[in-house]
């Protein structure tokens, strides 16, 4: 959302908050960014609402970090302002990936020559998955059982297929993608 206008990623849409006011009349329209919406909602949430992915020790008053891979990678971070805290949208997702490890190198640079760009988007997010199974199997040379290649040739979503076999222990390069996701 810039300047109250919104450019839709995957639909040809561009919505207008003036647009919206005089189209229904309403007093007033605020657009927003979906992942700001939902770090919006955090403070409102009770521990119980929350699964901790890795302990520590909140600071009172600290910033926030919502992050939301689905199709894309949102990420939106709140802030505290003396009274509440404020949401802010960014396009983080966009951020250049930076390999952290010597099999993150590999991955960067099987993608790069394939994107261009390699943001943490190409491997965080739903997009990701399919992107690090197709390294795994074409850069790494790990192998892929008959019954997979089957499944995911007419898959209209290679990514339930994958993560089940994952989870399931099914297959080794689909633990390998979970691992490496």
């Not at 390294?135 to 790494?140: I, K, P, Q, V, W």
């Amino acid at each position: 959302v810039v300047e109250e206008t919104a450019r839709i990623t995957n639909l040809p849409w561009v919505i207008s908050a003036a647009a919206l006011q005089e189209a229904h009349g309403f007093g007033a329209v605020h657009l927003m960014n979906d992942v700001q919406a939902t770090a919006a909602a955090v403070p409102a949430l009770d521990e119980d609402d929350v699964v901790t992915l890795r302990p520590g020790t909140p600071v009172k008053h600290g910033a926030i970090a919502v992050i939301a891979p689905g199709t894309g990678l949102g990420e939106s971070f709140l802030v505290w302002d003396g009274a509440q805290y404020r949401a802010h949208a960014t396009e983080g997702g966009h951020a250049s990936f930076a390999p952290g490890s010597e099999i993150e190198v590999r991955l960067l640079d099987f993608l790069f020559p394939i994107f261009g760009h390699l943001s943490y988007e190409r491997v965080a997010s739903g997009s990701g998955i399919p992107n690090i199974y197709r390294f795994l199997r074409e850069g790494e040379g790990m192998a892929e059982p008959e019954w997979l290649h089957l499944a995911l040739q007419d898959a209209p979503d290679p990514n339930p297929i994958i993560m089940q076999a994952a989870l399931a222990g099914k297959a080794e390069i689909c633990v390998a993608t979970l691992d490496l996701f």
